[in-house]
């Protein structure tokens, strides 16, 4: 960007001095020394010193725009472009129309410095409007309006690259959210998958213990009755051995009453006449019948009755 403002200014302190060494511009003698020698220090840069001199000077002159307007060229120069902008605009209000002008197009440079790019062509465009022909004014419009294009297309072009960005971020957040998800989702289904295996464990514990349990109680009911049908097998043999054993006795009374009848048959086809038992008949009788109240089986020997005869006597018994 061409800046003219110093080479204006320049001029103008030049044309200041040279018009003070010839008419002091209505400044006294004081005051000229002092804008002399303020020149001096501006020249050699000394900006410090320059302002100094340049306010001491306002001390005789306290509205000068002159003063003003090189004060605040003196700040620019020190990029105080803040500053320097007060200064210039303090200048206007007694300035002629060439500081009017000169102030105006600084007041512009003052403003892009600071990034304030529209104020800064407002301000080209009040130097314009003083003066058409300020080339340099026409020409840092020009420049400020492509810096402007240029600057929103790069910020559109960022814009666009932070949108991308911010998708490229939000899609790998939502991948590695869905991720998150599809790990937390098959903990998820593990963990159930096991919490069924578990509760289908524990209800084939339950059901295996229960069936255990129903098994161990049909086996006792089933030994219950197994019991209870061999007692009353138990009870059936005993009273089929009772009644065997009544039986046996019963036969062999049978068969003593017929031994003793054949003994008697015997006696009386020997002897024509019936006899009475022998004692040792008769013990033998009662024994067998003693034999049969107690339910006892007895020695074959002892309960037959041997068919040896006996030698008459005339003693009965």
Sequence with gaps: MKEKVNNKSSIFLLVITALISVANLGFGPVTASKVKKANKDYKAENYDEAIKKYTDAQID??????LFFNIADALYKQRKYAEAE?????????????ITEKAYYNIGDCKYKQGNLRESIDYYKKALEVNP???DAKYNIEFVEKKIKEMLSQSEKRQEEQKKENQEERGEQDKKQGEQGDQGQQEKSQSETQGQEQQEQQEKTQNETQGQQGQKKEDQGQQEKQDK??????EQGDQGQQERTQQETQGQKEKAQQETQGLNQENQGQQGEPREMTKEEAEAL????ADEEKGQKKPEDERKIKSSRY???DKPW
Excluded: C, H, V, Y
């Excluded at 002159?61 to 002159?66: T, V």
């Excluded at 200048?91 to 002629?96: G, N």
């Design 229 to 234: 049908k061999q007692g009353n097998q138990g």
């Design 133 to 135: 022909n300020n080339e």
């Design 311 to 313: 030698p008459e006597t």
């Design 286 to 289: 009662l024994r067998m019948m």
């Design 61 to 66: 002159n306290p509205e000068s725009p002159e």
């Design 86 to 98: 007060q200064m210039f605009e303090k200048s206007l209000p007694k300035a002629d129309i060439g």
